[in-house]
């Protein structure tokens, strides 16, 4: 029975996700709003928004998703090997997406919510930038005896993959800068920028700090 739920689901989701302008906000809307575990007002869903379990999204008013955006709110395997790492500023489950008031989610980002993701009200994440709260590693570091090639993919036999998984919390007001990535385990502090294409993980980041990436040099002439 679930999964003839997720199926209908699936084929009203594919209708609405490509209606332009504002008829197809509305729609998104009134379809989510239904469907997110929480949903304030004011919340725009933009063309080509992927919405992987909505019913572990929360969000909160004036919110807007842009074009194009993938949201993966759902917990890892439980028959793949899980290595948690806690993040203590952190307060809620595993696979979930909290996201509050006023915050813009640029367009082509990617969140995934395997350890769980929070985002502060106010903030903006700009275009291309991806959020992560699990991922592969290496080896086993449940047991560090085991010699085993893990893999780094999904479609591999879940006993050959090693998953870490630990939550993300970006606080209020704060900026991910143009293509940036921040890595699973991750607190980013109320007020703190990360400039373009800044690469970020671990719980020391400082708060109501600017955090860039290098630019580009000057490297010889055409001719």
């Given at each position: 029975?679930?999964?003839?739920?997720?199926?209908?689901?699936?084929?009203?989701?594919?209708?609405?996700?490509?209606?332009?302008?504002?008829?197809?906000?509305?729609?998104?809307?009134?379809?989510?709003?239904?469907?997110?575990?929480?949903?304030?007002?004011?919340?725009?869903?933009?063309?080509?928004?992927?919405?992987?379990?909505?019913?572990?999204?929360?969000?909160?008013?004036?919110?807007?998703?842009?074009?194009?955006?993938?949201?993966?709110?759902?917990?890892?395997?439980?028959?793949?090997?899980?290595?948690?790492?806690?993040?203590?500023?952190?307060?809620?489950?595993?696979?979930?997406?909290?996201?509050?008031?006023?915050?813009?989610?640029?367009?082509?980002?990617?969140?995934?919510?395997?350890?769980?993701?929070?985002?502060?009200?106010?903030?903006?994440?700009?275009?291309?930038?991806?959020?992560?709260?699990?991922?592969?590693?290496?080896?086993?570091?449940?047991?560090?005896?085991?010699?085993?090639?893990?893999?780094?993919?999904?479609?591999?036999?879940?006993?050959?993959?090693?998953?870490?998984?630990?939550?993300?919390?970006?606080?209020?007001?704060?900026?991910?800068?143009?293509?940036?990535?921040?890595?699973?385990?991750?607190?980013?502090?109320?007020?703190?920028?990360?400039?373009?294409?800044?690469?970020?993980?671990?719980?020391?980041?400082?708060?109501?700090?600017?955090?860039?990436?290098?630019?580009?040099?000057?490297?010889?002439?055409?001719r």
């Open positions: 029975m679930r999964k003839l739920k997720n199926i209908f689901f699936s084929i009203i989701e594919s209708f609405i996700r490509n209606i332009g302008g504002g008829l197809g906000r509305r729609i998104r809307y009134a379809y989510y709003k239904n469907r997110f575990a929480a949903c304030g007002k004011n919340v725009n869903i933009d063309i080509g928004v992927v919405v992987d379990n909505p019913s572990n999204v929360f969000i909160g008013d004036d919110v807007w998703i842009d074009n194009y955006v993938i949201l993966l709110a759902d917990k890892f395997n439980e028959n793949s090997k899980i290595y948690r790492k806690e993040n203590l500023s952190y307060l809620f489950n595993e696979g979930e997406l909290h996201i509050q008031n006023g915050v813009h989610i640029g367009a082509f980002c990617l969140i995934q919510c395997a350890g769980g993701v929070f985002i502060g009200s106010n903030t903006g994440i700009t275009s291309g930038s991806k959020i992560y709260s699990g991922s592969h590693h290496y080896r086993n570091l449940l047991d560090r005896s085991d010699k085993q090639d893990y893999m780094f993919t999904t479609m591999a036999d879940s006993q050959k993959q090693m998953l870490i998984c630990s939550p993300v919390f970006i606080g209020s007001a704060c900026a991910i800068g143009l293509n940036s990535v921040v890595l699973p385990g991750t607190t980013i502090p109320d007020g703190t920028w990360l400039g373009a294409q800044a690469l970020v993980q671990g719980q020391d980041i400082k708060p109501n700090a600017i955090y860039t990436a290098g630019l580009a040099k000057f490297h010889k002439y055409k």
